[in-house]
């Protein structure tokens, strides 16, 4: 090869040769395949040490936070409290698998075969988040409940990664029907509700378990635009979307043979109801939910333990009677009351506990006006005197104690006692002449007399011959509590502290023949993670069936011939007892039947700084005592408790009479034209408001100082007032005070 051909060829050589350096070395194809490569495997180990890095957190405080529900004794929804969410779990188990496969039919249909991850889906949220168009979807059910169940809902890159690394590993530990069910209770529906259970509920009026297909595929099409696809509030386009999505779910269920065709072509869609607001704690409902707590507290279930929620709290009370005795409060009371316009008026406060006295249980209970406006339980509250109330107890601790007369006759029902106004006690180191209601002297009366007109003078004379610190040791064990209880005679009124709780209680284990009743209102209590045992309402013997048939035997008669008549009917049985606090700042009636016990009382209070005031006036008419108002208002709601009335009967047995020695006196009747023991008035005076004081002297020992000459007036004095014989008894029993200027107390 010549020399010009040498040069020819090496042109073409140098023509040939690759270029070193510059950017078009940069991209040969091994260089390319190799940083293709590297990619990959960085991207494998970035995906391997996410995985490794990063764990299943705790979950969120919203997952973890349920509504407690409270509900009736037949099941119906009280309320739901739990610091706004509004959820309750519910087992798979409890949801149609209909409804179940709705869900899966509208978010994830290839949810059980999946491994919990839709990477396509899953890269098209993080470009859309990217470029800034929020929050999106295409996520699986897995990756939902790991979102809502673990982590926020911000829109961010990092809790996208965090969704796809934790859903893989919670696919691989749990079982898929875990996860459908974790999903459904955690979702947020709209209407505020969280959870397939509290969505039900708000948009159908009905449990998870009641839920039908098309009602589960609405729910279900929710998911995606809570707000949007209301349909109480949805505009036309919501609607028209909220629609679209309802078909497309059922009909990918018909696509994966869950639901078959010609149903689901026979499907109506479900319209919703309209929201409503979710029950809260006004009227009555704060007040029982809050008797609720209190025993929960007691039980060991806390307000901490109730703050992470998820209870269901079944209670006793029983819908019916609890709308029954509203009732009788407002027809009774509320309707008579001018609370704008009487200043006397707008102290009143009712409260009353209803007791099931075969086994404790509280099936109705009023708190007042509303618990928004008043929140201090009526029911339950121990800041005033139960009042002549308690006079049952004493004769029930003389009978209990085989206790005598100063004279030495055994305590009965016919053992007779001096019913002198202002008599001093006798054989107490004490002084005390406690007077009786409008200073009537009743002269020689039967135990039974002196319960029918609750006479002061004689149970403080009782109280003494049984011994003060027996009297309180009976009544501690019938249930009053141990709250400003001093053992002196005056207490024999009923000037201890005590609720209409407490009360009802005490003449609950009455009417349960002596064995103690202890008032609980929690029926049962519910939750995934913990057990609750419940009060025991029936405990021991308090008091021999004998005292306790002897008491109820004497309370029939106060029912029947006393104090308590605004009670009697033939439609029930029924015994009971009136009581006028001093100063009449409270009035009570509590009374039982064979089936149910019930203490109802007046209470006045300031409406500014909540100090104890009197009701004397109250619906302008007169002193508003134990027989009046309380008294109605057990008999309208006891009627319509035992639905009309009731034919069951005391069953009494072996009665005391006592004994009673016949005394000679110059007359054994009050002086005055008409005696008390003559009249036939079933309502006491007016208050006679008198300044003589009893003397500081001892003790007079005769039991037959005369009566005095005070005479009843005429029933249309008091106007729909009708007394109950006594008042409240007085200052005290201090030895500076042996007798009050009050009219007494009942």
Same mark, same amino acid.
């Given at each position: ?27 040969? !194809? ?123 809902? *911000? ?75 209301? !349909? ?13 999505? !309802? ?56 307000? *901490? ?178 709250? $400003?209880?001093? *053992? ?93 606090? *001093? ?50 208002? !057990? ?55 008198? $300044? ?55």
């Amino acid at each position: 090869m010549g020399r010009a051909d040498a040069r020819r060829a090496q042109r073409r050589g140098a023509r040939r040769a690759p270029k070193r350096g510059g950017i078009r070395g940069l991209f040969t !194809w091994r260089k390319m395949l190799g940083a293709f490569f590297g990619l990959c495997l960085l991207v494998i180990a970035a995906c391997v040490g996410l995985y490794l890095y990063v764990d299943i957190p705790k979950a969120n405080a919203l997952a973890e936070r349920q509504s407690n529900v409270y509900r009736y004794s037949d099941g119906s929804l009280l309320t739901r409290t739990g610091d706004g969410v509004n959820r309750q779990n519910v087992d798979l188990s409890d949801v149609p698998l209909d409804v179940q496969h709705t869900f899966v039919a509208a978010e994830n249909k290839s949810f059980y075969d999946d491994k919990g991850v839709d990477l396509k889906g899953t890269t098209r949220g993080i470009l859309n988040t990217l470029m800034g168009k929020g929050k999106q979807g295409g996520s699986t059910i897995t990756q939902q409940y790991v979102k809502n169940y673990y982590l926020s809902q *911000e829109p961010t890159v990092s809790r996208k990664l965090q969704e796809l690394v934790i859903a893989i590993k919670i696919d691989q530990k749990m079982d898929k029907k875990d996860i459908l069910a974790g999903y459904i209770n955690t979702a947020f529906y709209g209407r505020g509700a969280s959870g397939v259970q509290a969505a039900a509920q708000a948009y159908y009026g009905v449990d998870a378990k009641d839920l039908s297909v098309a009602q589960g595929a609405y729910l279900a099409s929710l998911l995606q635009a809570p707000s949007q696809y209301d !349909w109480a509030t949805a505009t036309p386009t919501g609607r028209k979307l909220v629609r679209e999505r !309802w078909d497309y779910t059922l009909d990918n269920m018909v696509e994966m043979h869950w639901l078959d065709k010609a149903k689901r072509d026979g499907l109506k869609f479900p319209v919703p109801i309209k929201p409503r607001p979710a029950p809260g704690m006004e009227g009555q409902t704060g007040y029982l939910v809050e008797a609720a707590n209190k025993e929960l507290d007691k039980q060991g279930i806390t307000a *901490e333990v109730r703050q992470a929620g998820g209870w269901t709290f079944t209670l006793n009370i029983d819908k019916k009677r609890q709308k029954e005795l509203e009732k009788a409060v407002d027809q009774r009371l509320e309707s008579k009351l001018d609370r704008k316009g009487n200043k006397v008026d707008a102290t009143v406060q009712a409260g009353a506990t209803s007791v099931d006295p075969k086994t404790g249980a509280v099936v109705a209970l009023y708190g007042g006006v509303d618990y928004i406006k008043h929140y201090t339980s009526n029911a339950t509250r121990e800041d005033y005197q139960p009042a002549s109330t308690f006079k049952p107890l004493v004769f029930a601790s003389a009978l209990e104690n085989g206790a005598k007369t100063q004279g030495g006759d055994l305590i009965g029902v016919n053992t007779r006692y001096d019913g002198t106004s202002k008599r001093p006690v006798v054989g107490s180191s004490t002084p005390f002449a406690p007077q009786n209601e409008d200073d009537v002297s009743y002269g020689d009366v039967t135990v039974q007399k002196a319960m029918n007109k609750s006479i002061n003078s004689v149970f403080a004379q009782m109280a003494v011959d049984v011994g003060p610190a027996e009297v309180k040791k009976t009544a501690l064990a019938l249930g009053v509590p141990d709250k $400003n209880f001093p *053992e002196r005679p005056a207490t024999s009124l009923g000037t201890m502290n005590a609720s209409t709780w407490d009360m009802a209680g005490v003449y609950a284990t009455l009417d349960n023949h002596g064995k103690k009743v202890n008032p609980f209102i929690v029926k049962s209590a519910t939750h995934s993670s913990r057990t609750y045992e419940p009060v025991k309402g029936i405990g021991d013997q308090a008091i021999s069936r004998k005292s306790a048939d002897t008491v109820t035997s004497v309370l029939r008669g106060v029912v029947d011939e006393g104090s308590g008549h605004e009670a009697n009917t033939t439609a029930y049985d029924a015994a009971g007892k009136t009581g006028t606090a *001093e100063d009449n700042k409270a009035a009570l009636f509590a009374g039982y039947t064979p089936e149910l016990t019930t203490v109802v009382a007046l209470f006045g209070e300031n409406p500014q700084g909540g100090a104890q005031v009197s009701l004397t006036g109250t619906a302008n008419a007169g002193r508003a005592n134990g027989g009046g108002f309380p008294a109605q208002i !057990w008999a309208d709601y006891t009627l319509a408790a035992l639905n009309g009335g009731s034919d069951a009967r005391f069953d009494l047995e072996d009665v005391e009479q006592g004994e009673s020695t016949v005394r000679q006196t110059p007359s054994n009747t009050p002086s005055s034209t008409q005696s008390p023991e003559q009249t036939q008035s079933r309502e006491p005076s007016r208050p006679a408001q008198s $300044n003589t004081q009893a003397p500081e002297s001892p003790a007079q020992t005769s039991p037959e100082a005369p009566p005095s000459q005070s005479q009843e007036p005429p029933a249309s004095q008091s106007p729909g007032v009708p007394g109950d014989g006594s008042d409240a008894g007085g200052p005290g029993d201090g030895s500076n005070s042996v007798a009050n200027n009050n009219p007494g107390a009942r």
